[in-house]
C-alpha cells in the first residue's frame, strides 16, 4: 500500500489523551456490499445502509478495488456530470487520470487526491491511463462525494490536485500509527485540500497491536471506514474489520486499534477517519446530481441535456481499450 509513508520516529506527535477527553462510543456498525461502477471497476459501497442523517454532510463513498488487474482488466468511467456537491477521489495504488470541461485534470497516483468542485456544473472523465490499461496491476482507492449547502450549490467549479507529499503527517504519541490528514484539521496539523463545507479527512495506518486517540471536534460527526485489515473502534472496542463502517457517537476523540496478528497480505490495520458539520438541509439526488428540491433535479438534468454543464473538450481523453 504506497500511498504516501514516513519514519514516524521524526514525525510532530499527538498529544497524549487528558483526563477530560471523551472518545467516542459507536452507534453502528455495517458492512458495505460490492458492486461495480463506471466502466465496470469493482468497488465497495461504503454508506450503504447509513442513514443519511449520520453521513451528513457525505452523500457517497466507494472503496474502488483493492484489485491486482491483468493486462487489459483496468476500467474507469466514461465523461458523465455532476451538479451540487464535491467530489474526493484518494488513490492509495495505482494510477488513475482525470480530465473536466473546465480544463482541470492530470495523473493522480499512490498517495495523491483529486478535489473537484462540481458546483453548477462540470462534466469530467476519469480512467486509467494506457499504460496502465496495457500492463495491468494495482488499483485501490477512494471516491467521496461531499454536499455543499444551499448557499453553495452553484459555484463556479473548481479542480484542486493534492500530490501525497502535500498531506500533513503526524503520528500517535508511541509512534504506533501514521496519520496523513488530507483536509481539514487534526490536533493542529491541516491537511492541504481547501473545502466549502467544513470537514476532516484523514488515513491512518495502524501497525499491529498499536492504538490511537484521535482529537475530534465535537460539532463534527464522526465516521471511521477500514480499508484493510482488523481491529476495534469507539471506547467500548468494538470489532471492525476490512470494508465496515462504523458511525460514532459525541465526544471529543476517536479511538481505533489494531489487533496484534494480522493477515500476512493486511500487515497494519488502515483505516479512513472523516466527519464534518452537519449541513441539515433537504436532500435531493438523482445519479450524478446532489440538489436540495426536485425541481432543482428536473433543472440539472434540462441544463446536462442542453450542454449548460460544459463541453467535452477537443482533446478529451477517453477510456482506453487492448485491441
Known amino acids: 500500500m504506497p500511498a504516501i509513508t514516513a519514519d514516524t520516529l521524526t514525525l510532530p506527535r499527538l498529544r497524549e489523551p487528558g483526563l477530560e477527553t471523551v472518545s467516542r462510543t459507536v452507534k453502528t456498525i455495517t458492512t458495505g456490499p460490492r458492486g461495480?461502477?463506471?466502466?465496470?471497476?469493482?468497488?465497495?459501497?461504503?454508506?450503504?445502509g447509513v442513514s443519511s442523517a449520520d453521513l451528513d454532510p457525505f452523500i457517497h463513498m466507494d472503496q474502488?478495488?483493492?484489485?491486482?488487474?491483468?493486462?487489459?482488466?483496468?476500467?474507469?468511467?466514461?465523461?458523465?456530470?455532476?451538479?451540487?456537491?464535491?467530489?474526493?477521489?484518494?488513490?492509495?495504488?495505482?494510477?488513475?487520470?482525470?480530465?473536466?470541461?473546465t480544463g482541470g485534470?492530470?495523473?493522480?497516483?499512490?498517495?495523491?487526491?483529486q478535489w473537484m468542485t462540481?458546483?453548477?456544473?462540470?462534466?469530467?472523465?476519469?480512467?486509467?491511463?494506457?499504460e496502465l490499461v496495457e500492463s495491468g496491476g494495482l488499483f485501490h482507492g477512494i471516491q467521496l462525494w461531499v454536499n455543499l449547502p444551499a448557499?453553495?450549490?452553484?459555484?463556479?467549479?473548481?479542480?484542486?490536485?493534492?500530490?501525497?507529499?502535500?498531506?500533513?503527517l503526524v503520528t500517535s504519541p508511541d509512534g504506533g500509527a501514521l496519520i496523513r490528514v488530507i483536509a481539514g484539521e487534526i490536533d493542529g496539523h491541516h491537511g492541504p485540500g481547501a473545502t466549502h463545507t467544513p470537514i476532516t479527512l484523514a488515513h491512518a495506518t495502524v501497525e499491529p497491536g498499536a492504538s490511537v486517540t484521535v482529537p475530534w471536534r465535537s460539532d463534527f460527526?464522526?465516521?471511521?471506514?477500514?480499508l484493510s485489515g482488523r481491529g476495534t473502534v469507539g471506547a467500548e472496542g468494538r470489532p471492525i474489520r476490512q470494508g465496515q463502517l462504523a458511525v460514532l457517537g459525541s465526544g471529543d476523540a476517536i479511538t481505533v486499534a489494531a489487533e496484534a496478528t494480522q493477515d500476512s497480505n493486511r500487515?497494519?490495520?488502515?483505516?479512513?477517519?472523516?466527519?464534518?458539520?452537519?449541513?441539515?438541509?433537504?436532500?435531493?439526488?438523482?445519479?450524478?446530481?446532489v440538489m436540495n428540491t426536485r425541481q432543482q433535479l428536473v433543472e440539472a438534468i434540462e441544463d446536462y441535456q442542453a450542454g449548460r454543464l460544459g463541453q467535452i473538450p477537443p482533446d478529451a481523453i477517453m477510456p482506453h481499450?487492448?485491441?
Open 267 to 289: 500487515p497494519a490495520l488502515e483505516v479512513l477517519f472523516l466527519g464534518g458539520r452537519p449541513i441539515r438541509e433537504p436532500v435531493v439526488a438523482y445519479g450524478p446530481f
Open 221 to 226: 460527526n464522526g465516521l471511521v471506514y477500514v
Open 118 to 130: 462540481a458546483g453548477s456544473g462540470i462534466l469530467h472523465i476519469e480512467t486509467p491511463p494506457a
Open 321 to 323: 481499450t487492448v485491441r
Open 151 to 168: 448557499a453553495d450549490k452553484f459555484l463556479t467549479p473548481k479542480y484542486q490536485n493534492l500530490e501525497g507529499e502535500g498531506l500533513a
Open 105 to 113: 485534470g492530470g495523473l493522480i497516483e499512490n498517495g495523491a487526491t
Open 36 to 48: 461495480y461502477e463506471g466502466e465496470g471497476f469493482p468497488v465497495v459501497r461504503a454508506f450503504a
Open 64 to 101: 474502488m478495488g483493492e484489485v491486482d488487474y491483468e493486462p487489459g482488466e483496468p476500467k474507469g468511467t466514461s465523461w458523465h456530470p455532476h451538479r451540487g456537491f464535491e467530489t474526493v477521489t484518494y488513490m492509495i495504488d495505482g494510477r488513475f487520470q482525470h480530465q473536466d470541461s
